[in-house]
């Protein structure tokens, strides 16, 4: 996420958290599918691009070490405010303030879309130093053509799909273990459709 970005979602925080800020504003797919990659992800879980730190405070009720991470001060201050018992930091995923492999896990819930088509080999490769061998990564995506724009409501943003995405993951020393591809969902907030990919670091 580019400067640009960052102060565009700082600007529009309260009306995204409006109407994406809460579990019960998501749909029930999403939340088993991130519950169920928790409980199967053992180690410490990081929320990297935790927005308004819904997911982060679902991966934290699993009984588990979870850090979200938001370039966005004003998610971040929200998050704080809202879950008190969840650690949240500021700062960015391009940068992971952790060590070389310790973590279990990385969910990248729909964070890499505002990220340069360019500059996400290079994320990829931060997830991998950051992950422990074994460790998992869970991306979210809008699908359509890889690397082409679109007017995302608040930032420009990038689609891909889950052949691109494998290739780049490949170059980045992780496996592909599933993936998944649907349309937009009836009452989701977003009308595009959608993707997730898993992936575990080698």
Known sequence: MNDSTT?????RAAEYISVAGRLDQM??????L????????????????????????????????????DLSERFIAHARATYP????QHGSFADLPVGDATLGGILA????????PTEVPAILAEFAR???????????????????????AVAPAYFWDAEALTRL????????????????????????PQ????ATRS
């Open 85 to 88: 018992g969840v650690r949240f």
């Open 109 to 116: 819930w729909y964070s890499v879309i505002h990220t340069s």
């Open 7 to 11: 102060a565009a979602y700082g600007a």
């Open 27 to 32: 749909t029930d797919a999403d939340h088993a």
């Open 34 to 69: 991130i519950e169920a990659w928790r409980d199967a992800t053992p180690g410490r879980l990081v929320d990297a691009g935790c927005g308004p730190g819904l997911w982060t405070a679902l991966l934290h009720d699993g009984h588990r070490d979870a850090l979200g991470i």
């Open 169 to 192: 993951l490949n170059a980045a020393a992780f496996t592909v273990t599933a993936s998944e591809s649907r349309p937009r969902l009836p009452g989701e907030v977003s009308t595009r």
């Open 195 to 198: 993707g997730h990919i898993l």
């Open 130 to 152: 950051a992950l422990a061998p074994g460790g998992s990564i869970l991306i979210g995506f809008f699908d359509g053509i890889p690397g082409a724009p679109f007017d995302h």
